[in-house]
């Protein structure tokens, strides 16, 4: 395929190819330029972030910032917040359990993708491979649900979250979002685009029940598809703020966001960044690692919900 | 229908809870809307006061939706246009380390807008952040990022860039390589520049793209909630308070029939926002029908 593109037209002279290569070549090393550079301002962050929680306070408030500790890197903030160095007059800190927080954002997110993996990789077969009466009419119904603004239900929904006793639990992170209408449009496009209607069929005149075609042929085949979803899921589950700080208000069931924005919110005046910094390395760590794990199946996710949704 | 019973059961579950947990709290909040209300009080039918109070004499609700606005004027050029002149860039034949960049543009959308909320806060500081330290390099003096209104503002929208940059470029580059090559040879062997080809074929090709994001951006700024809280507090000057943010503080402060009907115009405007952008650019919609589905 390179051959091909790089083949010119006969009708260009010598010399004007020649200056036009120059050309091209001097716009590729102005476009690598411009996106090295813009590369190092995206990482940035990340790396303030991580060397910020090298350094102590003190130096992170010096006239200038760092680029790295003058003292060389310390590992206090994160001794402290781990209550391995006795916390200094910090009354704060001794009630603020990282590793609790972050389990309970792991625990949250990871429940939340088992079912949402299930309901949805369950529905989406059935839109897919399966036909009955309505099928289209309540396949346009889901999507139409799509269209509802999220504040239009919020305030009645919070609300009746606390009649039926559910604040400071997870069950609104795991049971409204069970089954979803993005979930749902996802599966269906996987499933349509890698199982044959073939071995479903086949799979039935051996007189495998709907379940079994599921849970032993369909969802072994489409794993590709069910992690997509799941890492698209859980990113945004472990993330998840608006609702957890106004659900999981008690201590020990808020998750290391809803911490985090607290520990920021007690000290706002002078926020203890190096603590700050080393909590949202040690919250970020597993979405990382999600992240290089599973690099591809993000990038699909994200594609195949923006252009067909 | 009985013989089918199994495919309606595998369906259900979204039904049975969009039920409960959409359909219900709707109809609920329509009511709540037309009355006053507070846990283990009665519910009195207010008609139409609540929303009289938030449309009449609630000054926060014009303020949420000029932020808004303002905002969106500062983050669709140079966010969706950035993205897009990126993707392109990304997309240039020859370009080694392709999937270097587009990763690494990318990496933002893993983390918490809680967690860049503090690092934004820490590099936008007036006296000890970073931006302001290269600025007086070049002899920019010191910008109070955080504290002056139209500052504030634009600090919102840098923090949004950052976040959402990578997943815009990946958007327009899934679009960008859905348009067919020959397009461009033919376009080539025509004798158009580089400008040209874009404007005349790269451009009208991802139009329905372009569409879409505009759409989602704008119901994503309207909905904004945790770089608002913890980056700016709504301030300077309520300068960056946001619809959303405004509904939640009124469901705080258990005015929840106000709450409620603030959702209702959150809604209806998103809805008005929609309709006006499908219309004004319902040319670039029906114009490529092969991008479209």
């Known amino acids: 395929m390179a051959t091909t593109i790089s083949v010119q037209p006969k009708t260009k002279q010598l010399v004007t190819r020649k200056s036009w290569n120059i050309r091209r070549r001097l716009g590729y090393i102005l476009l690598y330029i411009f996106l090295i550079l813009l590369s190092v301002g995206f990482f940035f962050p990340f790396y303030q972030m991580a060397i910020g929680s090298l350094m102590p306070k003190e130096e992170l408030f010096k006239l200038y910032p760092q680029l790295w500790p003058p003292g060389g890197p310390t590992l206090r903030a994160y001794l402290l917040l781990l209550h391995i160095e006795p916390p200094t007059n910090m009354a704060y800190l001794a009630n603020f359990h990282i590793l609790r927080y972050v389990g309970n954002s792991l625990l ?31 396949f346009s119904m889901i999507l139409v649900t799509l269209l509802l603004p999220t504040a239009i239900n919020f305030v009645p929904f919070f609300i009746l979250i606390g009649r039926l006793g559910w604040m400071n639990t997870y069950l609104p992170f795991w049971i409204p979002g069970a089954a979803t209408a993005f979930g749902i449009f996802l599966m269906r496009q996987f499933i349509v685009a890698t199982i044959p209607d073939e071995i479903i069929d086949s799979a039935t005149i051996d007189g495998a029940s ?20 799941a890492i698209l899921s859980f990113v945004g589950v472990y993330n998840e703020f608006v609702m957890s700080s106004l659900i999981l208000t008690n201590p020990d069931t808020r998750t290391v966001q809803v911490a985090l924005a607290n520990f920021l919110k007690s000290n706002i005046r002078a926020p203890n960044y190096d603590l700050l910094f080393a909590g949202s390395v040690m919250a970020t760590i597993p979405l990382l690692v999600v992240f290089f794990v599973f690099q591809r199946q993000i990038m699909e996710g994200v594609m195949s919900g923006a252009i067909k949704g | 229908m009985w013989r089918h019973r199994v495919d309606y059961l595998f369906i259900s579950p979204f039904f049975i809870l969009f039920l409960i947990f959409g359909l219900y709290p709707l109809l609920f909040g329509i009511q709540l809307s037309f009355s006053r209300w507070q846990p283990g009080k009665d519910m009195v039918f207010i008609g139409l006061d609540n929303y009289k109070t938030l449309l009449l004499t609630d000054p926060e609700l014009k303020q949420a ?4 606005i303002v905002m969106l004027l500062w983050i669709l050029p140079t966010g969706l246009g950035g993205a897009l002149v990126l993707a392109v860039m990304l997309n240039a034949r020859k370009l080694v380390g392709r999937s270097f960049f587009r990763t690494l543009f990318f990496l933002p959308f893993v983390t918490s807008q ?12 007036k006296d000890y952040g970073w931006v302001n330290l290269l600025m007086g390099l070049v002899g920019i003096p010191p ?8 500052w504030a503002q634009i600090s919102i929208t840098l923090l949004l860039h950052w976040m959402g940059m990578g997943t815009n470029i990946l958007i327009f580059l899934g679009a960008l390589q859905a348009i067919d090559r020959e397009l461009y040879e033919a ?42 809280v913890l980056l700016t507090n709504g301030g300077p000057g309520g300068t960056t308070l946001t619809l959303f943010m405004r509904m939640i503080q009124l469901m705080t402060s258990i005015r929840y029939g106000e709450g409620a009907g603030f959702g209702f115009i959150i809604g209806g405007i998103i809805l008005l926002i929609t309709l006006v952008q499908m219309k004004f ?10 991008l479209k589905q």
């Open chain 1, 108 to 138: 949250m997110a990871t429940v939340a993708v088992l079912i949402q993996v299930f309901f949805n990789t369950m529905a989406g077969y059935v839109f897919a491979k399966r036909s009955f009466p309505f099928k289209n009419q309540l």
């Open chain 1, 210 to 229: 709907q379940f079994q075609i599921l849970t032993r042929l369909v969802m072994p085949i489409m794993t590709g598809g069910m992690v997509v979803l």
């Open chain 2, 65 to 68: 939706l000029l932020n808004t």
């Open chain 2, 114 to 125: 809680v967690i860049v909320s503090f690092v934004f806060q820490s590099l936008l500081d």
């Open chain 2, 143 to 150: 910008i109070p990022w955080l504290t002056q209104t139209f």
């Open chain 2, 187 to 228: 376009a080539e062997i025509d004798g158009a520049t580089a400008t040209q080809q874009f404007f005349n074929v790269t451009f009208p090709m991802i139009r329905p793209v372009m569409l879409f994001m505009i759409i989602t951006a704008t119901i994503g700024l309207m909905n904004l909630y945790a770089p608002v």
């Open chain 2, 281 to 290: 650019l319902s040319s670039w919609w029906t114009v490529e029908g092969k």
